[in-house]
Protein backbone atom coordinates (compact mmCIF):
# COMPACT_ATOMS: atom_id res chain seq x y z
CA UNK A 1 0.00 0.00 0.00
CA UNK A 2 1.41 3.10 -0.98
CA UNK A 3 1.93 6.11 1.28
CA UNK A 4 -0.65 8.14 0.60
CA UNK A 5 -3.65 5.50 0.33
CA UNK A 6 -2.42 4.75 3.85
CA UNK A 7 -3.10 8.11 4.77
CA UNK A 8 -6.35 8.86 3.54
CA UNK A 9 -7.30 5.22 5.40
CA UNK A 10 -5.71 6.40 8.90
CA UNK A 11 -7.52 9.91 8.05
CA UNK A 12 -10.96 8.17 7.85
CA UNK A 13 -10.19 6.66 11.17
CA UNK A 14 -9.83 10.45 12.71
CA UNK A 15 -12.52 10.12 15.62
CA UNK A 16 -12.78 14.01 16.50
CA UNK A 17 -14.68 14.49 19.79
CA UNK A 18 -16.06 17.85 20.40
CA UNK A 19 -17.14 17.88 23.85
CA UNK A 20 -20.42 19.59 23.95
CA UNK A 21 -21.16 19.81 27.50
CA UNK A 22 -20.80 22.65 29.56
CA UNK A 23 -18.14 22.41 31.47
CA UNK A 24 -16.06 20.32 29.49
CA UNK A 25 -13.37 21.90 27.16
CA UNK A 26 -13.35 21.29 23.41
CA UNK A 27 -10.98 17.99 22.64
CA UNK A 28 -10.28 16.21 19.62
CA UNK A 29 -9.04 12.57 19.47
CA UNK A 30 -6.36 11.33 16.57
CA UNK A 31 -5.98 7.30 17.05
CA UNK A 32 -4.28 4.54 14.96
CA UNK A 33 -1.91 2.22 14.30
CA UNK A 34 2.42 2.86 14.14
CA UNK A 35 5.48 0.47 15.26
CA UNK A 36 3.39 -2.52 15.64
CA UNK A 37 1.79 -0.98 18.18
CA UNK A 38 -1.43 1.67 18.96
CA UNK A 39 -1.09 5.40 19.13
CA UNK A 40 -3.49 7.99 20.85
CA UNK A 41 -3.47 11.67 20.95
CA UNK A 42 -5.87 14.06 22.30
CA UNK A 43 -5.64 17.88 21.75
CA UNK A 44 -7.69 19.89 23.96
CA UNK A 45 -8.56 23.75 23.23
CA UNK A 46 -6.05 23.80 20.06
CA UNK A 47 -6.47 27.51 18.84
CA UNK A 48 -9.52 28.41 16.67
CA UNK A 49 -7.01 28.88 14.07
CA UNK A 50 -5.46 25.76 13.96
CA UNK A 51 -6.59 23.65 10.56
CA UNK A 52 -6.53 20.19 12.38
CA UNK A 53 -7.05 18.56 9.29
CA UNK A 54 -3.48 19.51 8.16
CA UNK A 55 -2.18 18.43 11.50
CA UNK A 56 -3.70 15.58 11.24
CA UNK A 57 -1.61 14.53 8.47
CA UNK A 58 1.42 16.19 9.88
CA UNK A 59 1.48 13.69 12.70
CA UNK A 60 0.99 10.66 10.47
CA UNK A 61 3.72 11.75 7.97
CA UNK A 62 5.66 12.04 11.44
CA UNK A 63 5.27 9.14 12.30
CA UNK A 64 5.74 6.92 9.40
CA UNK A 65 8.64 8.92 8.92
CA UNK A 66 10.13 7.99 12.05
CA UNK A 67 9.02 3.94 11.22
CA UNK A 68 11.07 4.89 7.64
CA UNK A 69 14.33 5.42 10.07
CA UNK A 70 14.01 3.11 13.14
CA UNK A 71 11.72 -0.01 12.40
CA UNK A 72 13.81 -2.94 12.14
CA UNK A 73 9.93 -4.79 10.30
CA UNK A 74 10.43 -2.51 7.59
CA UNK A 75 13.70 -3.94 5.26
CA UNK A 76 13.99 -0.77 3.59
CA UNK A 77 14.06 1.71 6.75
CA UNK A 78 17.11 3.16 7.42
CA UNK A 79 18.01 1.38 10.26
CA UNK A 80 17.49 -2.01 8.42
CA UNK A 81 19.47 -0.89 5.76
CA UNK A 82 22.49 -0.12 8.01
CA UNK A 83 22.36 -3.45 9.96
CA UNK A 84 22.40 -4.48 6.45
CA UNK A 85 25.58 -2.89 5.37
CA UNK A 86 28.55 -5.06 6.59
CA UNK A 87 31.48 -2.44 6.24
CA UNK A 88 33.02 -1.76 9.37
CA UNK A 89 34.47 1.69 7.63
CA UNK A 90 32.65 4.56 9.29
CA UNK A 91 29.11 4.81 7.63
CA UNK A 92 27.35 8.02 6.61
CA UNK A 93 23.96 8.21 7.74
CA UNK A 94 21.11 11.07 7.99
CA UNK A 95 21.89 13.59 10.81
CA UNK A 96 18.53 11.90 12.49
CA UNK A 97 19.33 8.48 12.72
CA UNK A 98 23.21 9.66 13.24
CA UNK A 99 21.41 11.26 16.43
CA UNK A 100 18.98 9.00 17.70
CA UNK A 101 21.95 6.28 18.12
CA UNK A 102 24.15 8.63 19.69
CA UNK A 103 21.41 9.86 22.49
CA UNK A 104 20.28 5.89 22.83
CA UNK A 105 24.40 5.64 23.21
CA UNK A 106 25.11 7.90 26.03
CA UNK A 107 21.79 6.30 27.91
CA UNK A 108 24.21 2.90 27.47
CA UNK A 109 26.52 4.45 29.54
CA UNK A 110 25.03 5.80 32.06
CA UNK A 111 23.25 2.23 32.96
CA UNK A 112 26.52 0.26 32.67
CA UNK A 113 24.90 -1.19 29.13
CA UNK A 114 21.49 -2.30 31.17
CA UNK A 115 19.79 -0.30 28.34
CA UNK A 116 22.03 -1.22 24.89
CA UNK A 117 20.63 -0.91 20.96
CA UNK A 118 23.47 -3.66 20.03
CA UNK A 119 20.89 -6.01 22.08
CA UNK A 120 19.34 -6.79 18.32
CA UNK A 121 20.76 -10.50 17.83
CA UNK A 122 20.01 -11.22 21.27
CA UNK A 123 16.36 -10.14 20.56
CA UNK A 124 16.30 -11.96 17.57
CA UNK A 125 17.69 -15.07 18.66
CA UNK A 126 15.14 -15.09 21.96
CA UNK A 127 12.28 -14.86 19.08
CA UNK A 128 11.36 -11.25 19.50
CA UNK A 129 12.65 -9.41 16.90
CA UNK A 130 11.36 -8.90 12.68
CA UNK A 131 12.63 -12.56 11.98
CA UNK A 132 10.18 -15.64 12.56
CA UNK A 133 11.00 -17.97 15.92
CA UNK A 134 12.37 -21.42 15.87
CA UNK A 135 10.99 -23.93 18.48
CA UNK A 136 12.26 -24.39 21.42
CA UNK A 137 14.72 -22.10 23.36
CA UNK A 138 18.18 -21.64 22.24
CA UNK A 139 21.33 -22.99 22.92
CA UNK A 140 24.19 -21.42 25.86
CA UNK A 141 25.97 -21.94 22.45
CA UNK A 142 23.66 -19.38 20.17
CA UNK A 143 23.87 -17.33 23.09
CA UNK A 144 27.54 -17.15 23.61
CA UNK A 145 27.55 -16.38 19.63
CA UNK A 146 25.04 -13.93 19.58
CA UNK A 147 26.45 -12.38 22.70
CA UNK A 148 29.80 -11.70 20.38
CA UNK A 149 28.00 -8.87 18.68
CA UNK A 150 26.32 -7.42 21.69
CA UNK A 151 27.92 -4.10 23.00
CA UNK A 152 27.36 -0.51 22.84
CA UNK A 153 30.95 0.06 22.89
CA UNK A 154 31.46 -1.87 19.51
CA UNK A 155 29.12 0.92 17.81
CA UNK A 156 30.88 4.28 17.77
CA UNK A 157 29.19 7.58 16.55
CA UNK A 158 30.52 10.86 14.89
CA UNK A 159 27.36 13.41 14.70
CA UNK A 160 29.54 15.95 13.75
CA UNK A 161 29.97 13.96 10.73
CA UNK A 162 26.92 12.23 10.41
CA UNK A 163 28.78 8.77 10.61
CA UNK A 164 28.59 5.63 11.96
CA UNK A 165 30.73 2.80 12.78
CA UNK A 166 30.70 -0.77 13.15
CA UNK A 167 33.50 -2.77 14.95
CA UNK A 168 31.82 -6.57 13.63
CA UNK A 169 29.73 -6.85 10.72
CA UNK A 170 27.52 -8.96 12.97
CA UNK A 171 26.43 -5.91 14.90
CA UNK A 172 22.68 -5.73 14.35
CA UNK A 173 20.79 -2.63 16.12
CA UNK A 174 17.49 -2.71 17.69
CA UNK A 175 15.76 0.87 18.23
CA UNK A 176 12.36 -0.86 19.91
CA UNK A 177 12.99 0.33 23.17
CA UNK A 178 14.05 4.08 22.24
CA UNK A 179 11.48 4.63 18.65
CA UNK A 180 8.26 4.67 19.90
CA UNK A 181 9.43 7.50 23.39
CA UNK A 182 11.32 9.40 20.59
CA UNK A 183 8.55 9.18 18.12
CA UNK A 184 6.12 10.79 21.06
CA UNK A 185 8.33 13.53 21.74
CA UNK A 186 8.63 13.76 18.16
CA UNK A 187 4.53 14.15 17.45
CA UNK A 188 5.15 16.62 20.77
CA UNK A 189 7.44 19.19 19.07
CA UNK A 190 4.94 19.34 16.23
CA UNK A 191 2.24 20.20 18.26
CA UNK A 192 4.43 22.45 20.26
CA UNK A 193 5.40 24.05 16.66
CA UNK A 194 1.84 24.57 16.37
CA UNK A 195 0.89 25.83 19.44
CA UNK A 196 -1.28 23.63 21.27
CA UNK A 197 -0.89 24.30 24.61
CA UNK A 198 -2.63 21.31 26.22
CA UNK A 199 -2.22 17.56 24.46
CA UNK A 200 -1.88 14.04 25.52
CA UNK A 201 0.50 11.89 22.89
CA UNK A 202 0.48 8.17 23.63
CA UNK A 203 2.66 5.11 21.70
CA UNK A 204 2.03 1.72 22.99
CA UNK A 205 1.95 2.95 26.46
CA UNK A 206 4.77 5.30 26.29
CA UNK A 207 3.32 9.02 26.60
CA UNK A 208 3.81 12.78 26.90
CA UNK A 209 1.54 15.34 28.55
CA UNK A 210 1.35 19.15 28.32
CA UNK A 211 -1.29 21.54 30.50
CA UNK A 212 -4.41 20.30 31.01
CA UNK A 213 -7.67 17.45 29.93
CA UNK A 214 -11.04 18.68 29.12
CA UNK A 215 -12.11 18.83 32.42
CA UNK A 216 -8.78 21.76 33.20
CA UNK A 217 -7.66 19.07 35.28
CA UNK A 218 -4.12 17.85 34.83
CA UNK A 219 -4.08 14.26 32.82
CA UNK A 220 -5.01 10.99 34.64
CA UNK A 221 -2.68 8.55 34.15
CA UNK A 222 -3.22 5.06 35.08
CA UNK A 223 -0.11 2.86 35.68
CA UNK A 224 -0.78 -1.27 35.28
CA UNK A 225 -0.37 -3.11 37.86
CA UNK A 226 -0.71 -6.84 37.12
CA UNK A 227 -2.02 -9.26 40.20
CA UNK A 228 -1.20 -12.78 40.42
CA UNK A 229 -4.33 -14.33 39.54
CA UNK A 230 -3.42 -12.36 35.69
CA UNK A 231 -6.05 -9.48 36.65
CA UNK A 232 -5.36 -6.07 36.10
CA UNK A 233 -4.98 -2.84 38.69
CA UNK A 234 -4.46 0.56 38.25
CA UNK A 235 -3.05 2.90 40.10
CA UNK A 236 -3.62 6.68 38.64
CA UNK A 237 -1.63 9.56 39.10
CA UNK A 238 -2.47 13.13 37.85
CA UNK A 239 0.65 14.61 35.76
CA UNK A 240 1.35 17.58 33.35
CA UNK A 241 4.01 18.40 31.10
CA UNK A 242 6.21 15.36 31.77
CA UNK A 243 7.22 12.22 29.62
CA UNK A 244 5.77 8.58 31.19
CA UNK A 245 7.10 5.08 29.62
CA UNK A 246 6.44 2.05 31.43
CA UNK A 247 8.52 -1.46 31.23
CA UNK A 248 7.11 -4.76 32.21
CA UNK A 249 7.29 -8.23 31.58
CA UNK A 250 3.57 -9.03 31.46
CA UNK A 251 2.60 -7.57 28.03
CA UNK A 252 5.40 -8.97 25.42
CA UNK A 253 6.33 -12.59 26.76
CA UNK A 254 6.42 -15.95 26.36
CA UNK A 255 6.57 -19.27 28.62
CA UNK A 256 8.26 -22.42 27.85
CA UNK A 257 8.14 -25.15 30.74
CA UNK A 258 6.81 -22.85 33.37
CA UNK A 259 9.21 -19.92 33.02
CA UNK A 260 8.90 -16.63 31.35
CA UNK A 261 10.65 -15.57 29.04
CA UNK A 262 10.13 -11.55 28.59
CA UNK A 263 10.60 -9.16 25.73
CA UNK A 264 13.37 -7.36 27.62
CA UNK A 265 16.98 -8.55 27.30
CA UNK A 266 19.84 -8.37 30.10
CA UNK A 267 22.72 -8.07 27.56
CA UNK A 268 24.69 -8.87 30.43
CA UNK A 269 23.81 -12.42 30.56
CA UNK A 270 21.87 -12.47 26.94
CA UNK A 271 18.97 -13.99 28.53
CA UNK A 272 15.70 -12.38 28.89
CA UNK A 273 15.19 -10.72 32.54
CA UNK A 274 13.99 -13.33 35.08
CA UNK A 275 13.88 -11.66 38.42
CA UNK A 276 10.91 -10.71 40.35
CA UNK A 277 10.69 -6.99 39.11
CA UNK A 278 7.22 -6.82 36.86
CA UNK A 279 6.76 -3.21 35.80
CA UNK A 280 8.91 -0.37 35.66
CA UNK A 281 7.52 3.25 35.43
CA UNK A 282 9.68 6.33 34.58
CA UNK A 283 8.53 10.01 34.74
CA UNK A 284 11.01 12.42 33.39
CA UNK A 285 10.84 15.25 30.62
CA UNK A 286 11.86 13.24 27.32
CA UNK A 287 9.78 10.31 26.37
CA UNK A 288 12.64 8.84 24.36
CA UNK A 289 15.29 9.00 27.48
CA UNK A 290 12.23 7.80 29.84
CA UNK A 291 11.35 4.73 27.49
CA UNK A 292 14.84 3.81 27.36
CA UNK A 293 15.58 4.12 31.07
CA UNK A 294 12.24 2.20 32.09
CA UNK A 295 14.07 -0.74 30.19
CA UNK A 296 17.29 -0.24 32.20
CA UNK A 297 15.62 -0.34 35.17
CA UNK A 298 13.84 -3.59 34.47
CA UNK A 299 16.94 -4.69 33.54
CA UNK A 300 18.52 -4.13 36.80
CA UNK A 301 16.27 -5.20 38.57
CA UNK A 302 14.58 -3.80 41.89
CA UNK A 303 17.89 -3.29 43.85
CA UNK A 304 20.21 -2.05 41.42
CA UNK A 305 17.58 -0.39 39.31
CA UNK A 306 16.03 1.41 42.23
CA UNK A 307 19.60 2.52 43.24
CA UNK A 308 20.87 3.96 39.74
CA UNK A 309 17.29 5.81 39.93
CA UNK A 310 18.00 7.56 42.73
CA UNK A 311 21.07 8.77 42.29
CA UNK A 312 19.64 9.91 39.08
CA UNK A 313 16.79 11.87 40.52
CA UNK A 314 14.73 9.66 38.38
CA UNK A 315 10.84 9.63 39.36
CA UNK A 316 10.55 5.59 39.08
CA UNK A 317 7.95 3.25 40.34
CA UNK A 318 8.85 -0.16 40.93
CA UNK A 319 6.28 -3.31 40.98
CA UNK A 320 7.80 -6.27 42.50
CA UNK A 321 6.24 -9.88 42.46
CA UNK A 322 6.36 -11.11 46.41
CA UNK A 323 5.03 -14.20 48.15
CA UNK A 324 2.68 -11.39 49.44
CA UNK A 325 1.36 -10.21 46.05
CA UNK A 326 3.05 -7.08 44.06
CA UNK A 327 4.60 -5.04 46.16
CA UNK A 328 4.85 -1.01 45.30
CA UNK A 329 8.50 0.34 45.52
CA UNK A 330 8.92 3.97 44.57
CA UNK A 331 11.99 6.39 44.23
CA UNK A 332 11.49 9.88 46.26
CA UNK A 333 11.32 12.14 43.19
CA UNK A 334 8.19 9.86 42.17
CA UNK A 335 6.44 9.71 45.67
CA UNK A 336 7.08 13.57 45.53
CA UNK A 337 4.93 13.52 42.19
CA UNK A 338 2.43 11.31 43.66
CA UNK A 339 1.73 13.85 46.79
CA UNK A 340 1.23 16.89 44.30
P1 LIG B 1 8.58 -2.08 26.99
O1 LIG B 1 7.45 -1.11 26.94
O2 LIG B 1 8.24 -3.35 27.72
O3 LIG B 1 9.89 -1.48 27.40
P2 LIG B 1 9.48 -1.65 24.36
O4 LIG B 1 8.87 -2.10 23.07
O5 LIG B 1 9.53 -0.21 24.68
O6 LIG B 1 8.76 -2.48 25.49
O7 LIG B 1 10.99 -2.16 24.45
C1 LIG B 1 11.26 -3.52 24.33
C2 LIG B 1 12.04 -3.80 23.04
O8 LIG B 1 13.33 -3.23 23.19
C3 LIG B 1 12.26 -5.28 22.82
O9 LIG B 1 11.22 -5.84 22.03
C4 LIG B 1 13.59 -5.30 22.10
O10 LIG B 1 13.39 -5.06 20.72
C5 LIG B 1 14.32 -4.12 22.69
N1 LIG B 1 15.15 -4.50 23.86
C6 LIG B 1 15.11 -5.63 24.61
N2 LIG B 1 16.01 -5.59 25.60
C7 LIG B 1 16.67 -4.41 25.46
C8 LIG B 1 17.76 -3.80 26.17
N3 LIG B 1 18.31 -4.37 27.23
N4 LIG B 1 18.17 -2.59 25.72
C9 LIG B 1 17.61 -1.97 24.66
N5 LIG B 1 16.60 -2.50 23.95
C10 LIG B 1 16.12 -3.70 24.35
MG1 LIG C 1 9.55 0.92 26.31
Redesign the pocket.
Known amino acids: MNVQVRLILFLSLFLVVACESENKLNAYALNGNTMGTTFNITLVTPPTDTNLKILHTAILEKLEHVENIASTYRPKSELSEFNANPSTDWITVTPEFCQMVADALAVSATTSG????T?GPL?NLWG??PATQEDGLPSNDEVAAARANVGYQLLASNCDQDKLQKTSAGIYV?L???A?GYAVDEVAALLDNAEIENYLVEI???LRARGHNSESRKFAIAIEKPLQNNEMQHTMVRLSDVAV????DY??FYEHDGQRYS?????RTGHPVTHNLTGVTVVTASTAYA??M???L??LGPEDGHALAEQLDLASYFLVRTEHGVEELSTSQFAQLRQQ
Not at 245 to 248: D, E, I, R
Open positions: AFDIVVFGDSGWKGGEATSGRNHTIDPDAATALV
